[in-house]
């Protein structure tokens, strides 16, 4: 990731609201985020942060999926997001640390392949913090955190 992205939306323009679509176009309930496991949030998160570098490897260039995969997963593999996690724990607010620390913590039942286990721990950890952001419609949040682990802001 070479250059920073500012992703805030432009002033006088409404964010684009994803999540609001989802449910506005499935009918979907208000759930209390407080109801939700720390692994179903790193369930959600998981995808969101592969979508965010699906997005940004796909932006920067049309090439074969192979190469749009190999590219993305340099970032979203369990090293790369405990050390990215590393470098955003001290800027984390009291909430977002301990929503963190709950899915850091969770009980998983599946094995990390590529990666020790602490590794693993931290990334689900940070998939749990994505996955709160994104219920929480905190995107921008989440992108800024994010872009300060790859030392982009």
Do not use: W
Request: contains cysteine; glycine residues 6%.
């Amino acid at each position: 990731m070479e250059e920073s992205i500012d992703c805030r939306a432009p002033k006088g323009e409404k964010p684009l609201d994803l999540l609001a679509l989802i449910k506005k176009s499935f009918a979907l309930k208000e759930v209390d985020i407080r109801t939700y496991s720390p692994l179903t949030l790193a369930f959600i998160g998981d995808a969101v942060y592969d979508l965010i570098f699906r997005t940004v490897t796909v932006q920067k260039g049309n090439t074969s999926a192979n190469r749009l995969h190999n590219q993305t997963v340099a970032y979203v593999k369990a090293p790369a997001q405990a050390a990215l996690v590393e470098k955003i724990l001290d800027g984390l607010t009291p909430e977002e640390l301990a929503v963190y620390k709950r899915g850091r913590n969770a009980k998983s039942y599946t094995i990390a392949k590529n990666a020790t286990r602490e590794e693993y721990r931290k990334a689900t950890g940070l998939e749990a913090l994505t996955g709160y952001l994104y219920l929480t419609n905190q995107m921008e949040r989440a992108l800024e955190l994010i872009q300060t682990g790859l030392g982009e802001s």
